[in-house]
């Protein structure tokens, strides 16, 4: 009876899986002490990028669009790289590579800011990796002990709909957007998205605690509303569905591209204002990741022009990497004042930030 | 109480007598397996810092409390309002079409809320959706229609997808009802309207507040719809403090709140499933004939119409039109059509072998629970089977969150393998297995057993040779409901699936809420039209549809 085999052989299954298992445990540390042993010789001009093949199991807080066309040109490269995504927030990655400290499942971690590269970099979550050119990225974009390394900048900024409001109605600074006038008309993206708690983080820093806690407070009595990504946002504002969004750049410029009514500010620009707040994407290679050798390779494909390049021109984002052109209609940064930020001190008081957002109750 | 009686006089005094404790141990085993992940949170919640508690007591907790009871109030009145009314017109009125409206009406069960709530959100939403852009269009000036975001619409598209549990119950108890009763009622000089609220309602009663109450359990639990729709509740609080925040203490407060909350609810409804077993089909049972609707003919038509094209034909036929459109956009094609692990193939097997998996596995578990409640009442007995049905109550989320904590800690090998999404499907979805396993040995006389014994085979013998043979129409019954509702399932999937591992609920959601319809609407429609077949099966195999 087919029944009978079907029982039987789901009873043996787990037993052959935990049968398994120990072995290949034993293969993946035998496979690492491997690595680490070749580590040392990895500068010989003979280390073959054949060797490069396998599993490579990539964290992202990059959405799965936003990072699955660079993988799409790194395994045309490496074609024997079986890349497997797990494309999630920053914080639920976090969370997730501090769980499995002691049975580590992914390679690289990707995030879409740096205070949390620099707050698991600080409990040895990451080994360190310095790519090939990453020599050439400006000051403060590498990580201490070469524990991370920085991939692009992004910008926070308001996006308006010009059907709706005129480039002088807009506003041109964050603060504007507690104003009652707006109320109701503003999204937003959420608590859980990694940009939003940058952007928190930053202010807290810059105009402390107290007053970051009154503009979230502002906000959530003038009705922003927030989604939990900024595709809702920016979607929702080239409909028409609310005249202004608090977004990073690049949502604004693939929102022009599908051909919307949309502006953008860069905020707070005026003297005595913060200035403009900016944020880096970074990646790191994992402690004890099973693929140090392809991980490596793959931070090494980020960080070169070819990386660099698809992620100025599919997503309009600021290449770290000198020399890398930005897409054609993106403002350079070089016009606008930025905000000061410390990024270390801001990733020591990542928990307070967290501790707000709680106490405000942030969507 | 009464079928116990009976199952206990017809049954040998040595049989009772003689429970195995090799089936004790096996039972319990099941029990003790689903119990951890349940205490397991509770511990969690009290353990956590009194800090902890004092923020969420002081911000959001009754907020959330608040949110979610009125939701899940108002979603299981309208699944009653409309589950009932919908049975009544197809069963025991003439109104026209009523053999295609039954299956009609029960098919939105293979729709996951969620995607239903997808449609109707891309459809309804202020301005930016299709309807009000249309009427803009033509009337050349915004029009202000209900928004489906927040609670009503909250409310209004989960009693869409949820009233067919209470349709299938109350068209199941309307054609049972002996039409003596309502012949007596007419006889003492009531109409039938006033028979129908005096006498036919409340004979149905247990049983529909029975189906209301999983219904209740049902919104509880919902995850996908309320965070689409923005309505906050315990789910989608505990799913964004797990995906969002570095602090687990919350979200185990919070799960243990919810848990607390869903099993008094299933102690209730427990307690109706007991005494909903008082309706006994007689010997000489005759159907009641149907009642004429006169002028309300038309009204009674354009409402069962109305359900049908919100619950069914609109969200069928968008997902067509949008899977029809992602085959023209080449580069959604190419998003859907990719091959290896982010393959349309790779989603579709994903999703079907852990659904498989997920139903052989709680069907094979249910077994001893069934086979020692069944033939060996008794308290014990019942504390297991009982325990054995707190899947119910523990939602998608908090399941998610027992077991990240529970394997990584106690299973280190199955963590990040998509064995941890089957352990969160059989351990959701047991009690469906449990219910169908219980009433299948229910079905079966002892006799046949006892005279298997007499015949000189040993109990697993007989067991094999006789009762699994006879039941194992009952037992498919319960694993496709299992495989049904796992292939719908969503938070569970989202939190545990490993890197690389996707299903088609999964893609679905990750595509949908990034905005990208077209794309999501193939792996929509697909799940849809999967979950449709065992749905269909059960619904032949229930006789409902003649």
């Given at each position: 009876?087919?029944f009978n085999?079907?029982?039987?052989?789901?009873?043996?299954l787990?037993?052959?899986?935990a049968?398994?298992?120990?072995?290949?445990?034993?293969?993946n540390?035998?496979?690492a002490?491997?690595?680490?042993?070749?580590?040392?010789?990895i500068?010989s001009p003979e280390?073959?990028q054949?060797?490069?093949?396998?599993r490579?199991?990539?964290?992202?807080?990059?959405?799965?669009?936003?990072?699955?066309p660079?993988?799409d040109?790194?395994?045309?490269?490496?074609?024997?790289v079986e890349?497997l995504?797990k494309a999630g927030?920053?914080?639920?990655l976090?969370?997730?590579?501090?769980?499995?400290?002691?049975?580590?499942?992914?390679?690289?971690?990707?995030?879409?800011?740096?205070?949390?590269?620099?707050s698991?970099?600080?409990?040895?979550?990451?080994?360190p990796?310095?790519p090939?050119?990453?020599?050439?990225?400006?000051?403060g974009?590498?990580g201490?002990?070469?524990?991370?390394?920085?991939?692009?900048?992004?910008?926070?900024?308001?996006?308006?709909?010009?059907?709706?409001?005129s480039?002088?109605?807009?506003p041109?600074?964050?603060?504007?957007?507690a104003d009652?006038?707006?109320?109701?008309?503003?999204?937003?993206?959420?608590?859980?998205?990694g940009?939003?708690q940058?952007?928190?983080a930053v202010?807290r820093?810059?105009?402390?605690?107290?007053a970051?806690?009154?503009?979230?407070?502002?906000?959530?009595?003038?009705?922003v509303t927030?989604?939990?990504?900024?595709?809702?946002?920016?979607?929702?504002?080239g409909?028409?569905?609310?005249?202004?969004?608090?977004?990073n750049?690049?949502y604004?410029?693939?929102?022009?591209?599908?051909g919307?009514p949309?502006?953008?500010?860069?905020?707070?620009?005026?003297?005595?204002?913060?200035?403009?707040?900016?944020?880096?994407t970074?990646?790191?290679?994992?402690?004890?990741?099973?693929?140090?050798?392809?991980?490596?390779?793959?931070i090494?494909?980020?960080?070169s022009?070819?990386?660099?390049?698809?992620?100025a021109?599919?997503n309009?984002?600021y290449?770290l990497l000198?020399?890398?052109?930005?897409?054609?209609?993106?403002?350079?940064?070089d016009?606008?004042?930025?905000a000061d930020?410390?990024?270390?001190k801001?990733?020591?008081e990542?928990?307070?930030?967290?501790e707000?957002m709680?106490?405000?109750?942030?969507? | 109480m009464q079928?116990t009686?009976?199952?206990?006089?017809?049954l040998?005094r040595?049989?009772?007598?003689?429970?195995?404790?090799?089936?004790?141990?096996?039972?319990?085993l099941?029990?003790?397996?689903?119990?951890?992940p349940l205490?397991?949170?509770?511990?969690?919640?009290?353990?956590?810092?009194?800090?902890?508690w004092?923020?969420l007591?002081?911000t959001?907790?009754?907020?959330?409390l608040?949110?979610?009871?009125?939701?899940?109030?108002?979603?299981?009145?309208g699944?009653?309002?409309?589950?009932?009314?919908?049975?009544?017109?197809?069963?025991?009125?003439?109104?026209p079409?009523?053999?295609?409206?039954?299956?009609m009406?029960?098919?939105p069960?293979?729709?996951?809320?969620?995607?239903g709530?997808?449609?109707?959100?891309?459809?309804?939403?202020p301005?930016?959706?299709?309807?009000?852009?249309?009427l803009e269009?033509i009337?050349?000036?915004?029009?202000?229609?209900?928004s489906?975001?927040?609670?009503?619409g909250?409310?209004f598209?989960l009693?869409?997808?949820?009233?067919p549990?209470?349709y299938?119950?109350s068209s199941?108890?309307?054609?049972r009802?002996?039409a003596s009763?309502?012949?007596?009622?007419?006889t003492?000089g009531?109409?039938?309207?006033?028979?129908l609220?005096?006498?036919?309602?409340?004979a149905?009663?247990?049983?529909?507040?029975?189906?209301?109450?999983?219904?209740a359990?049902?919104i509880?639990?919902?995850y996908?719809?309320?965070?689409l729709l923005?309505?906050?509740?315990f789910s989608?609080?505990?799913?964004?403090?797990?995906?969002?925040?570095?602090d687990?203490?919350?979200?185990?407060?919070?799960?243990?709140?919810?848990?607390?909350?869903?099993?008094?609810i299933?102690?209730?409804?427990?307690?109706l499933?007991?005494?909903?077993?008082?309706?006994?089909?007689?010997?000489n049972?005759?159907?009641?004939?149907?009642?004429?609707?006169?002028?309300?003919?038309?009204?009674?038509?354009?409402l069962?119409?109305?359900v049908?094209s919100?619950?069914l034909?609109?969200?069928?036929?968008?997902?067509?039109?949008?899977?029809?459109?992602?085959?023209l956009?080449?580069q959604?094609?190419?998003?859907?059509?990719?091959t290896?692990?982010?393959?349309?193939?790779?989603?579709?097997?994903?999703?079907?072998w852990?659904?498989s998996?997920?139903?052989?596995?709680?069907?094979?578990?249910?077994?001893?629970?069934?086979?020692?409640?069944?033939?060996?009442?008794?308290?014990?007995?019942?504390?297991?089977?009982?325990?054995?049905?707190?899947?119910?109550?523990?939602?998608?989320?908090?399941?998610a969150?027992?077991?990240?904590l529970l394997?990584?800690?106690?299973?280190?090998?199955?963590?990040?393998?998509?064995?941890?999404?089957?352990?969160?499907?059989v351990?959701?979805?047991m009690p469906?297995?449990v219910?169908?396993?219980?009433?299948?040995?229910?079905q079966l006389?002892?006799?046949?057993e006892?005279a298997a014994?007499?015949?000189g085979?040993?109990?697993?013998?007989?067991?094999?040779?006789?009762?699994?043979?006879l039941?194992t129409?009952?037992?498919l019954?319960?694993?496709?409901?299992?495989?049904l509702?796992?292939?719908k399932?969503?938070?569970a999937t989202?939190?545990?699936?490993?890197?690389?591992?996707?299903?088609?609920?999964?893609?679905?959601?990750?595509w949908?809420?990034d905005g990208?319809?077209?794309?999501a609407?193939?792996a929509a429609?697909?799940?849809?039209?999967?979950?449709?077949l065992?749905?269909?099966?059960?619904?032949?195999?229930?006789?409902?549809f003649?």
């Open positions: 009876m087919s085999r079907n029982v039987s052989v789901i009873l043996l787990p037993l052959a899986l049968a398994c298992t120990p072995a290949a445990q034993l293969e540390t035998a496979a002490t491997q690595d680490q042993a070749g580590m040392e010789t500068e280390s073959p054949t060797e490069i093949k396998g490579l199991v990539i964290y992202s807080g990059r959405s799965e669009t936003l990072i699955q660079v993988i040109a790194f395994t045309a490269k490496y074609p024997d890349i995504l927030s920053n914080s639920e976090a969370n997730a590579l501090i769980e499995e400290r002691a049975n580590p499942q992914a390679d690289v971690f990707i995030t879409t800011e740096l205070f949390t590269v620099q698991l970099a600080a409990q040895s979550i990451f080994q990796y310095l090939a050119g990453a020599e050439q990225l400006p000051a974009f590498v201490d002990q070469n524990l991370w390394t920085g991939l692009t900048r992004r910008a926070r900024v308001i996006m308006y709909n010009s059907e709706l409001v480039p002088d109605e807009a041109k600074s964050i603060f504007e957007l009652a006038k707006w109320s109701g008309q503003i999204a937003a993206a959420g608590s859980t998205n940009s939003m940058a952007q928190i202010l820093q810059v105009i402390g605690e107290g970051t806690e009154g503009w979230l407070k502002d906000m959530i009595a003038n009705q927030f989604f939990g990504g900024h595709t809702d946002v920016r979607k929702a504002v409909a028409g569905e609310f005249k202004l969004g608090l977004v750049h690049y604004f410029y693939l929102q022009q591209a599908e919307s949309v502006g953008i500010v860069f905020p707070d620009q005026d003297e005595g204002q913060i200035g403009l707040i900016t944020n880096a970074a990646a790191a290679v994992v402690n004890g990741g099973a693929n140090a050798a392809a991980a490596q390779a793959f090494d494909f980020l960080v022009a070819e990386g660099q390049k698809l992620f021109e599919l309009y984002e290449p000198p020399n890398v052109r930005l897409r054609e209609g993106v403002q350079p940064l016009g606008f004042r930025l930020v410390d990024v270390a801001s990733a020591q990542y928990e307070a930030t967290f707000l709680e106490r405000v109750g942030l969507p | 079928l009686q009976i199952t206990r006089l017809t040998p040595w049989n009772a007598a003689r429970t195995s404790p090799r089936l004790i141990m096996a039972a319990g099941v029990a003790l397996f689903v119990a951890v205490v397991y949170i509770f511990i969690r919640a009290v353990a956590a810092e009194p800090e902890a004092q923020r007591l002081q959001r907790l009754w907020k959330l608040g949110n979610t009871l009125i939701l899940a109030l108002a979603v299981t009145s699944a009653l309002a409309t589950g009932v009314s919908m049975a009544w017109l197809t069963e025991r009125t003439d109104l079409g009523r053999g295609i409206f039954r299956w009406l029960a098919l069960l293979a729709i996951p809320a969620y995607i709530g997808i449609v109707h959100l891309s459809l309804l939403r301005r930016g959706g299709f309807i009000p852009q249309a269009a009337f050349g000036q915004p029009v202000i229609l209900p489906p975001i927040g609670f009503w909250a409310a598209i009693t869409l997808f949820t009233y549990y209470v299938l119950l199941a108890a309307f054609r009802l002996h009763l309502e012949e007596a009622a007419r003492l009531r109409t039938a309207w006033q028979t609220w005096q006498v036919t309602l409340p149905l009663r247990p049983g529909l507040m029975a189906g209301a109450l999983l219904v359990l049902d509880l639990a919902e996908g719809t309320v965070a923005r309505y906050e509740t989608s609080a505990i799913f964004i403090q797990l995906s969002g925040r570095y687990r203490s919350a979200a185990s407060i919070l799960s243990g709140v919810l848990v607390s909350l869903a099993i008094f299933l102690w209730a409804e427990l307690r499933q007991g005494r909903a077993r008082f309706t006994q089909v007689e010997s049972w005759r159907p009641a004939p149907p009642v004429s609707l006169g002028k309300w003919r038309l009204p009674a038509l354009s069962v119409l109305f049908i919100a619950s034909l609109v969200p069928m036929a968008v997902l067509v039109i949008w899977s029809a459109n992602s085959l956009d080449p959604a094609l190419r998003a859907v059509f990719r290896g692990t982010i393959g349309f193939g790779s989603f579709i097997w994903n999703s079907v852990t659904s998996l997920a139903a052989a596995a709680a069907v094979a578990f249910s077994l001893p629970v069934a086979l020692l409640s069944v033939r060996h009442p008794g308290r014990i007995s019942r504390f297991i089977s009982r325990l054995c049905q707190v899947g119910y109550a523990i939602p998608g989320v908090v399941i969150l027992s077991l990240v394997v990584n800690r106690l299973l280190p090998f199955l963590y990040a393998t998509p064995f941890v999404v089957v352990i969160a499907y351990l959701r979805h469906q297995a219910r169908s396993s219980e009433s299948a040995f229910g006389s002892p006799s046949l006892e014994r007499n015949l085979r040993t109990s697993v013998q007989t067991f094999f040779q006789v009762t699994l043979p039941i129409p009952g037992l019954a319960g694993g496709a409901l299992v495989f509702t796992s292939l399932e969503l938070p989202l939190l545990l699936r490993p890197a690389g591992f996707d299903t088609l609920a999964v893609r679905v959601w990750i949908a809420v990208f319809y077209m794309q609407a193939p429609l697909f799940l849809v039209l999967a979950a449709a065992p749905l269909s099966f059960l619904l032949r195999r229930e006789q409902i003649r």
